[in-house]
């Protein structure tokens, strides 16, 4: 295993690496900065964008055109001109504040959790087809990581407090949620379970900030690796390059009183893995909305 990090750019709070396969380049965001950052590792060029709320992902839709999704719901962006139009706003359970981490289906559905600042589960998880928001499930504190199996109909999800990963049954056909069970116990690990992946074997690569680590599960929820990134405060991963060979990691600066080190902020791309990931699905194209997820 190599790690290197790239550039000095470094974000308050990075996450939401997405890498686009059309342009070979990688988006990831900084929520606290409020800003939506692009990579070509061709260039080395790192480009900036700010959003008008804290932004969680990205991904591009099937027509081309962007999808992101901010604190409080899901826009459409333009790259040309850093233009954020609104789609589809969320309603909110009481005591959920915004949505924390979000990621596309297999059949281009936007999945995004919620986060709350209070003591209490409830934060939810939605889901955004382009036209609308369902609420699939709710009683989580801070949703994180959502990711599929392969073949789409295991979908997994960490809530970062009680550091649990689930794992649900998922419909393909109505992107319907069910049979939530616990994955993996990941207060085991050290540190809290973050941001997500999976690779072509459909094992789940997991961030742990606070130990940066990155835990590799089985699909059966049994660790098959750890690995120690030496950035303490990790925060998602995503592969990424021509071959989807190298998993690109994101970090952030803790808040936390004697808590930060001066690896973590930036953005980091680790090599000669042996493995795969799995290109990430293209968005469906978001319908002209009212901006409350009604055409």
């Known amino acids: 295993m190599h790690i290197r990090r790239l550039s000095t750019v470094r974000a308050q709070l990075g996450e939401g690496p997405y890498w686009d396969t059309r342009d070979q380049a990688l988006f990831f965001v900084d929520i606290l900065g409020s800003k939506l950052w692009r990579y070509d590792p061709a260039t080395e060029v790192f480009q900036s964008w700010d959003t008008p709320a804290q932004p969680s992902a990205i991904s591009r839709a099937a027509d081309d055109r962007f999808v992101a999704v901010l604190a409080d719901g899901f826009y459409e962006f333009s790259p040309d001109d850093g233009r954020f139009d609104v789609l589809a706003k969320v309603d909110f359970e009481p005591g959920e504040v915004q949505l924390n981490d ?15 600042k209070r003591q209490g589960t409830t934060a939810a998880l939605y889901s955004f087809d382009g036209a609308r928001v369902t609420k699939l499930d709710t009683g989580y504190t801070i ?21 649990v990963i689930y794992a649900y049954d ?16 990941a207060s085991l690990v050290g540190g809290f379970a973050d941001g997500a992946t999976v690779d072509t074997d459909g094992r789940m690569w997991q961030a742990f900030c606070g130990e940066g680590k990155i835990l590799v599960l089985n699909p059966d929820g049994s660790t098959h690796r750890v690995l120690s990134t030496g950035v303490q405060w990790v925060s998602s991963v995503q592969f990424g390059g021509p071959e989807l060979d190298k998993l690109y990691v994101t970090s952030f600066v803790s808040a936390r009183p004697g808590g930060d080190d001066d690896n973590s902020g930036y953005l980091y791309v680790i090599e000669d893995l042996g493995v795969k990931g799995i290109a990430e699905p293209l968005a469906r194209p978001p319908r002209v909305l009212t901006g409350r997820g009604e055409e």
């Open 102 to 116: 979000a990621k596309v289906d297999r059949q281009g559905r936007f999945v995004a959790g919620g986060t709350t």
């Open 170 to 185: 998922y419909d393909c056909e109505t992107g319907g949620v069910s049979n939530r069970r616990v994955h993996s116990d």
């Open 143 to 163: 949703c994180n990581g959502p990711c599929w199996s392969p073949d789409g109909t295991t979908f997994y999800i960490s809530d970062t407090i009680p550091n």
